[in-house]
Structures are given as C-alpha cells and as structure tokens.
C-alpha cells in the first residue's frame, strides 16, 4: 500500500478470549491528519483492540479498511508494510543491545550480503532523532536508559520503519511534565504528515492533542464524539460511570509528630553507566509522612529506590531504617525488616508474569504462616488471600489462577499494591504507582497510600507527575543530578517553583 494513509477504519471488531469478551461489537474511524484518543479505565479493552489493528491477535468478527480497501494482516510485519507503526505501553526492546541494534532488527534494507550495514542504521537513527527533536544516544544499551529515554527510542524506532499512521499506547506515561508538553507539541506537528490513533489516560493531554475521542468500557464502545465539546470531567465520567474526585492530603493528620523511619545520609551510588548516580545525597522521612521526590527523568531516582531496597551497592554513606543500618543488605533482609516496595518496572520488578495473580499476592511470605508450615504450602490460605485482595483492590481479573502478566498495566499495578499494603509495612516506597492508570484506578490508588500515611506508616512518593506529588506529599524533595536541591513543605511547593529547582536552578 502506496502513499499516505487518508482514513482507517475498524468496523464490528468482536474478540474473544477465554472467559472475557474483550471487543464487543467495536466501530472506529481516524481520517486524514486527525488524532483520534482512544480512552476508557485499564482492562476497557484498548491495547487489544490495537493489538488486532496491528495483526498481533486476530479478530473473532468484523474488518480492517485502510483507504477503504480492505486489509488482512498475518502478523505486525505486515502492518508495518501497510504504513502503520505502534509504540506500546510496555516496551519491545532488546535490553542488552544498543539502540541502533534494536532499530536495526527491523530495518531490512540495511542489511548487505553477509552483514549488516550499522552505520547506515546509525545515520538513518540520528537523521530521525534530529528531525523529530526526539534525542537519544545511538550507542547506549537498553538496560542503560532510564524508562523516559526507552520511550524516545520506541518512537524513534517507529518513525525508522516508515509508519505512515501511528499508533501511541500511553506514550508520555514515562515522561515529564516538560516532557509531554513537548512531545504533544511535536505530535501536532507530525499530523501534517500522519495521523495518529491516542491510548491515553491522561486527559488533560486528551484535551490537548486529539481532535476526536471515543471511550470504551467493559470492551464496548460507550461514546464517540468530537474532544473539544466535552471537558475532562465529563470524559473521566462517561469512562468509569461516575464523578471521578481524586484525593488530596489535607495535612489534618500528626504527620510531623511521628519518629525518623527512614533516613538516608551523605549516600554515593553508581549508575550501570559507571558514573555518579547519587552524589552524597541526603533525606529523612518520618512515620506518618509522604514525602514527594520531583525530579526529571534520569537524575537518580531508580538508583536511590534500588539502593535503599538492597538492590545496588552503595559506594559510601548511610540509610538507617528506623536506627537500623540498612545499607548494602540484602533485599530479603530489609523486606523481613518491613519495607515494602512498588517498583517502577512493574512487569519486570514487580510480579512473576507467567505465575498466577493468587501466586504473585503472596511472593514475599509464601514461606511464613498462614501461607505455609513446616515447608508445606498452604493452598487453601494463598487462595483466600488471593480472593479477598481482588475484591478489596478491585482487581479485574478471570479468576485467581490467571497469570499476573496477562493483566492490563493497572490491574497488574493494582496486584503490587495489595501485595505490598497487605503485608502491614513499616515504609513503603512507591516508585510512579500510577504510570499508565486510569483516572478510576488513579483516585484508588491515591486513597490507598493516604490512608496508608494516616495509619503511621511514612511514604517515599517518587513520581514524575507533579500534580500527583503536590497533591499527595507532605513535604516534596526536588532531585537534581543525584543530590536534593531543596525539601519544601506542602503550603510552599508551586508548580513554577519546582519547575526552577528541576533544572537545577538552585534558589
């Protein structure tokens, strides 16, 4: 298929899986130069109907046109052909190859007899990431890039390939504030060229960058209309069925009365780069607090949450949990000690994915009572635990022996959560706990970790969504090239003034 892609149809798209209807009767359409969102709560049914448009799963019903041909695609290869390219929300990249690797895995005109032409991969790389102000280092590995920088590359690879019309499935969901507005900038741009199909959860991005919306709940189409006639409220409303209100910290609890839990001093860490990842970094949490980490993406946030979880060696300096020096134990000694911890990687860090949810809720203590006795596993108690936990957390699921990563991004983040909640911690670090949530599982969540705070248990909240941070924290430490730049307290904290400290811009 020849030329640009002037329309895209999805018509009576039906899938089936075991025990879920997961596209009930779907209808879309996205015209020239137009930016359709696609919204509506985790597990609605949006990356699967995605994943159908780009022939990783076959409908059960209906059809594909694309300039009113019809078109059948056996797999994502012959979607690329077609002129369509998808970044998803969970990243396909090889981790121990470069950037130009992973680009050039589907670059097959770079390839001469014998060989593969890299440096022609590494022009066409540099050419793309300059044309689109979307910078990365051809050279680096994967597993070296922050989650922020991975993103920039799956869209740079996208845009290597050829697409025609593009497909972004929660694409600033690892982005900054800063970001974002830059890449909305550059998507509007792009739309003289392309159109774009939008998974976001995001609205106020919804707002800004499509022009059309429709909204799927339950796998079925509940609204379609043009985005401008509607406000974000009544997007969120008709997406979950009802008045989304997110909680806020009111600063009514004793926050400040409770003892130091955590508290890190003078700590120096190393990235996978070798070089300073943290540098003689400072910060005291108590009981009874969240304390918000701002910062943009790459400036150590990873490193610290690793190293006070025993997961990176620190090279000097102390982290005392509760008078306790934790540094450079092991992770099961500071989970026995009471740590809990939501990862930023969810699917690599925080569950099993091909292990059950009721298997993944019980990880941690699935050697201790009720779980098990005497090295006997107690299925009976893992499967009440497993039971409960979804109904408490509202875990969209089939049953509890589905695999975890089987799950949309919020159910499996709803999974980390109960997990870690239920265990009764003394400290919880919650690394981006709603990077890709709907509104709906965003107000949960943000419920849980208050009520959480208002229990006496202290908070390290390291997000990159300052509304979230400024709306949760009691006090929000501002990070910069590994170290804090300053700690301001609620009342103080304006999204101006920790713009300034985020560039490093000391006051």
């Known amino acids: ?17 075991p025990g879920v209807l997961a596209s009930d009767d779907i209808s879309i359409s996205v015209g020239e130069g137009e930016v359709l969102a696609l919204v509506g709560e985790n597990g609605a049914g949006k990356t699967t109907l995605m994943n ?18 019809e078109v059948r695609f056996r797999g994502p290869e012959d979607a690329f052909k077609a002129g369509l390219g998808m970044v998803h929300q969970q990243y396909m990249l090889v981790q121990n190859m470069t950037v130009t690797e992973n680009i050039a895995l589907g670059y097959k005109n770079a390839w001469k007899p014998y060989r593969l032409d890299i440096d022609t991969v590494r022009k066409h ?30 869209l740079v690879k996208t845009l290597c390939l050829g697409a025609k019309f593009l497909i972004l499935d929660e694409p600033t969901s690892a982005l900054t504030p800063q970001e974002t507005d830059e890449l909305i900038a550059l998507l509007l741009k792009m739309t003289d060229e392309l159109s774009i199909i939008f998974i976001s959860h995001k609205l106020n991005e919804v707002k ?3 022009s059309k919306v429709t909204i799927l709940r339950h796998g079925k189409v509940v609204f379609s209309g043009n985005t401008d006639e509607h406000s974000s409220e009544d997007i969120a409303a008709k997406m979950t069925g009802h008045s989304i209100i997110l909680p806020k910290n009111t600063g009514t609890a004793e926050s400040n009365k409770g003892k130091t839990a955590l508290s890190i001093n003078g700590i120096t860490v190393m990235s996978d780069r070798k070089t300073v990842a943290l540098d003689h970094l400072s910060l005291d949490i108590r009981e009874g607090e969240i304390v918000g980490l701002a910062g943009v993406s790459g400036n150590g946030q990873r490193e ?6 025993g997961l990176r060696h620190v090279e000097s300096g102390s982290i005392r949990f509760f008078d306790e020096e934790i540094a450079n134990l092991t992770s099961r000694q500071i989970i026995d000690k009471g740590m809990g911890y939501i990862p930023e990687e969810r699917n690599i860090e925080g569950i099993v994915p091909p292990f059950s949810i009721k298997e993944n809720l019980v990880l941690k203590d699935v050697t201790k009572e009720p779980f098990s006795s005497h090295a006997i596993v107690n299925g009976k108690a893992i499967d009440e635990n497993a039971s409960k936990l979804i109904k408490d957390f509202d875990i969209r699921c089939p049953g509890i022996n589905t695999a975890a990563g089987t799950l949309s991004g919020g159910n499996i983040q709803k999974v980390i959560l109960a997990r870690e909640i239920e265990r009764g911690p003394k400290f919880l670090i919650a690394v ?12 949960f969540i943000h419920q849980q970790l208050l009520e959480t705070r208002a229990k006496g248990v202290g908070i390290l909240l390291i997000s990159e969504e300052l509304d979230e941070i400024m709306d949760l924290s009691d006090r929000i430490a501002v990070i910069y090239k590994g170290s804090i730049q300053k700690v301001l307290d609620h009342d103080e904290a304006t999204r101006e003034r920790l713009g300034i400290l985020m560039a490093g811009i000391k006051e």
């Not at 050419?127 to 680096?140: F, G, Q, T």
């Not at 610290?304 to 979880?309: H, Q």
């Open 52 to 69: 159908i448009l780009m022939g990783l799963y076959q409908p059960d019903e209906g059809r594909i046109l694309i300039n009113d041909e």
């Open 208 to 210: 800004a960058l499509s």
């Open 125 to 154: 790389v540099g050419e793309i990431s300059e044309k689109y102000s979307l910078l990365v280092n051809p050279d680096a590995y994967i597993w070296q890039l922050s989650v922020g920088e991975q993103q920039r590359v799956e």
């Open 1 to 17: 298929m020849e030329g640009r892609i002037t329309s895209l149809r999805m018509e009576h798209i039906t899938k089936r899986f």
């Open 432 to 443: 981006y706990p709603t990077r890709g949530l709907d509104m709906g599982a965003v107000e």
């Open 304 to 309: 610290l949450a690793e190293a006070i979880n």
